[in-house]
Nanobody, 126 residues
Framework: QVRLVESGGGSVQTGGSLRLSCSASGWTERSYCMAWFRRTPEKMEREGGA????????TYARSVKGRFTISQDIAKHTLYLQMSSLKPEDTAMYYC???????????????????WGQGTQVTVSS
């Protein structure tokens, strides 16, 4: 019933920008956290990049803070990730996730999320 679909990935040069979107359907919980994770070829684990709670509270990984901005349109059930000043190190598969079991401002990991999208590839070249 719950479905998350990411879009907006692609190939860009170093310093470029991309805006990722995650459209959610079948989600009826009123309080939840949505987050962006990424997985690189070098590390098989999915690492948290940014999160946002229903109350608007956001968190960012040190590696992306200041360059990425997470936002949401609650009415449209859509999550966004505005990425700027992209680096080759940002090359990864980006995943959208949502769950009501965690308040992300208190910390989170991929284990806290039960619903995931299929991922969208971001490739940053020199």
């Amino acid at each position: 019933q719950v479905r998350l679909v990411e879009s907006g990935g692609g190939s860009v040069q170093t310093g470029g920008s991309l805006r990722l979107s995650c459209s959610a359907s079948g989600w009826t919980e009123r309080s939840y956290c949505m987050a962006w994770f990424r997985r690189t070829p070098e590390k098989m684990e999915r690492e948290g990049g940014a999160s946002i709670n229903t109350d608007g509270t956001t968190t960012y990984a040190r590696s992306v803070k200041g360059r990425f901005t997470i936002s949401q349109d609650i009415a449209k059930h859509t999550l966004y990730l505005q990425m700027s000043s992209l680096k080759p190190e940002d090359t990864a598969m980006y995943y959208c996730a949502v769950d009501s079991r965690v308040y992300c401002a208190d910390g989170y990991s991929h284990w806290d999320f039960g619903f995931w999208g299929q991922g969208t590839q971001v490739t940053v070249s020199s």
